[in-house]
């Protein structure tokens, strides 16, 4: 299992190069999350959903992303508040302090889980989550600690050089843990190293010496990274190019599935500019992207709040073109109607009127693989559904997608506004670059998918150089 001092020092991506590198061994490896917080989720080939780190992580493992690798999903929907999904299916909505109570409940299913993955593999590489030093969860826990005791999981701790004091995050994760979870921790991996390792090697020789753990390795700074799909809405703003194509996205406060911008910031002649919430929406924009939502009345309001609902009529009036994705798309219907309150409290609202559709919020959720075509040349290309709500209105019969003989999505009389459910098109290296030729940008036959296979190859090679994998795997066995 790989535990971190803290959230956001690397864990996911070590376990993506940790899955290929052993990959590479002849090993079949599976990676496992029992419990993730992320509103950026992949469909599974079972049809559930989990977390869009592990379905990275299943693609550098080589196997099929499916809901038993990552069991608990919590997708937030406020400052206090999650969907549980539980298995790859919505299970319930509730408040961070009622979850403490609610765990104890899930570990039968985390269990199950894991031992189907178990059963299929040679290793298993178990990625926590937030910190075990959060003693305060320690009690029930089903992300770290308690989740290796019961499996029996030896543990390897991540430390973040980068943030700095990473001889205090490790040992001072020690000092906090009771002996039962200190003992259960084998070895400390040094995460995203910048410098000369000469004068780093007497901080390893002082860790060890204070922890009696083996030194696994340092892992210098992957800049590639920014090459593979984010899976928090806080590295977009590290994906942007320097191409004459602008492509603005306004920074929703509940943004989701957002791995729709990965390929669109790498390709060359495109800048994607994350617009946060204070700036307005550039005059200079050629397209406005308005993305998914895990809360769409909740962003609607949130849209207005910083004016750019002022912002994206004045583009539109400029000749600007807009997309909107998912909830993006039920965002610039007429209205949004949620009787029940699937979306927070029962309301009817009024929704930024660029498209002629009415959304009404459904309990049944949307949530498949499909292949769709581009009406425009007839491309064939996979995407996949992950909403709620149904959407109906004249504009829909200008869809500009089909999938299996259904007319998706909607766009404008004049076609400069455009909306559809559908996620992860832009990883279609034709349609992205028919889209947006057709918007006048620039393309150069840029390969996403392959870029993002040689990243991943890229990583297992920094992997082997730097960490001790043979001795990984005699901690495993």
Same mark, same amino acid.
């Given at each position: ?193 910048? /410098?000369?390792?000469? !004068?780093? =090697?007497?901080? %390893? *020789?002082?860790?060890?010496? #204070? ?76 397209l406005v992207l308005i993305p998914g939502t895990k809360s769409t009345i909740a962003d609607l309001a949130f849209f207005r709040a910083e004016g ?24 610039? /219907?007429?209205?949004? !109607?949620? =009787?029940?309150? %699937? *979306?927070?409290?029962?309301? #009817? ?5 660029h498209l002629d559709i009415v959304t009404r919020m459904t309990a049944e959720k949307s949530l498949a693989n499909v292949k769709a075509e581009y ?103």
């Open positions: 299992m790989i535990q971190g001092v803290g959230s956001n020092v690397g864990k996911s991506l070590l376990v993506a190069g940790l899955c290929r590198a052993f990959w590479r061994r002849g090993l079949t490896v599976s990676p496992f999350k029992p419990q993730n917080m992320s509103n950026n989720a992949a469909v599974t080939i079972d049809g559930g959903e989990i977390g869009r780190a592990q379905a990275l992580q299943a693609m550098a493992a080589k196997v099929e992303a499916h809901s038993d690798l990552n069991p608990v999903l919590l997708k937030p929907q406020s400052e206090v508040g999650a969907a549980v999904i539980l298995q790859g299916k919505y299970l319930d909505s509730v408040r961070a302090r009622d979850y403490a109570r609610f765990k104890p409940q899930l570990m039968t299913a985390i269990l199950d889980s894991f031992h189907r993955v178990e059963r299929a593999s040679d290793l298993v590489l178990i990625e926590g989550a937030g910190s075990p030093a959060e003693t305060n969860l320690r009690a029930g826990d089903i992300a770290n600690m308690g989740f290796a005791e019961a499996v029996n999981a030896p543990v390897l701790l991540v430390g973040d050089i980068d943030r700095g004091g990473v001889i205090a995050q490790l040992v001072g994760t020690r000092t906090v843990l009771a002996k039962p979870d200190r003992d259960r921790i084998k070895g400390f991996i040094i995460n995203k190293f910048r /410098g000369d390792l000469a !004068i780093f =090697s007497p901080a %390893l *020789d002082d860790i060890v010496s #204070r922890t009696g753990w083996h030194a696994i390795g340092v892992m210098p700074w992957f800049g590639a990274a920014r090459k593979l799909p984010s899976e928090d809405a806080q590295d977009i703003r590290s994906k942007t190019g320097d191409g004459r194509f602008r492509i603005a996205v306004p920074r929703l406060s509940r943004i989701a599935n957002f791995d729709d911008l990965d390929p669109l910031s790498q390709e060359p002649g495109v800048t994607v500019e994350m617009i946060e919430p204070g700036d307005p929406l550039p005059a200079g924009a050629d750019w609902d002022i912002d994206l009529a004045a583009h539109i009036r400029r000749g600007g073109h807009v997309l909107g994705i998912c909830g993006g798309y039920q965002m610039l /219907g007429r209205e949004v !109607i949620d =009787s029940d309150g %699937l *979306d927070g409290q029962p309301a #009817r609202v009024d929704g930024l009127g009406l425009q040349n007839g491309l064939v290309l996979d995407g996949y559904e992950i909403h709620i709500g149904t959407t109906t209105g004249p504009d829909c019969t200008r869809g500009w997608l089909s999938v299996n003989d259904r007319i998706e999505g909607a766009q404008s009389r004049d076609g400069r506004v455009q909306g559809s459910y559908l996620h992860g098109l832009f990883a279609s290296n034709r349609f992205r670059q028919a889209y947006l030729q057709a918007l006048g940008a620039e393309t150069s036959g840029f390969d996403y998918q392959r870029e993002v296979e040689t990243t991943l190859e890229a990583l297992a090679d920094t992997v082997e150089r730097n960490l001790d994998l043979d001795l990984v795997l005699r901690l495993a066995e």
